[in-house]
């Protein structure tokens, strides 16, 4: 799981810079919204698991990892800033990739400590959206638990597949996490590309029309 970690790791740092592309900050700041979102869902993790000192500080190489990312993002946004359309594809398909990546390395690392599967399936759940969470707020946006559309949900249903399938059958670790991450990360494209989301609640006015949705 070391290198699902850090490639999503890599991942929202990449969507951590993308999102905040349109803010013209200078490349330390962009930097560092890219280190906060890569490693923010983590040490969440870590602090709700009382797994301290949390993974950044006990292996450096995931700040390494992060700021790498985030400089590869940079690099990203000067080749299409030309074409400012494609910030939001780049940046949906960076978020969905880490996402699936980050949401399965939780609960499977909350497995590892001996948490059953619930606080697994949540840690994991936590893991994948605390650092877009951040990443959001950062940028001045709302985050996207709090929009119309699937996002907290497919975290939540790719590791309750991960945990299902390593916890109740022979599979070998590597295809049940594969299957989790698929999962996540397949959701996350039916949300971006066929609106798909959850029932909202009945309501009236301007908030009841993009009601909060997860």
Avoid at 6 to 31: E, P
Avoid at 59 to 83: C, F, P, S
Avoid at 162 to 169: A, E, G, H, P, R
């Amino acid at each position: 799981m070391e290198v699902a970690e850090l490639a999503g790791t890599v991942v929202f740092a990449v969507s951590g810079v993308l999102a905040v592309a349109h803010r013209r900050l200078d490349w330390f700041g962009a930097v560092v919204v890219g280190v906060v979102t890569a490693v923010g869902g983590g040490t969440m993790r870590g602090l709700i698991l009382g797994a301290t000192p949390v993974f950044w500080i006990e292996d450096q190489g995931y700040l390494v990892a992060a700021v790498a990312g985030a400089v590869a993002a940079i690099a990203i946004v000067h080749t299409v800033a030309a074409r400012p359309r494609r910030f939001d594809r780049w940046l949906q398909l960076a978020d969905a990739a880490g996402l699936a990546l980050f949401a399965v390395v939780g609960a499977s690392i909350a497995l590892d400590l001996g948490q059953d599967g619930v606080i697994a399936a949540i840690c994991g759940m936590v893991t994948g959206v605390g650092g877009g969470v951040v990443r959001d707020l950062l940028a001045g946006q709302t985050p996207l638990i709090m929009r119309g559309e699937i996002y907290a949900t497919a975290a939540l249903a790719g590791v309750a597949v991960y945990v299902s399938l390593d916890q109740l059958t022979g599979l070998p670790p590597v295809l049940a996490s594969a299957a989790g991450m698929l999962m996540v990360f397949a959701l996350r494209l039916g949300a971006i590309y066929g609106d798909w989301g959850l029932p909202a609640l009945p309501g009236e006015g301007a908030d009841a029309a993009q009601p909060p949705s997860t």
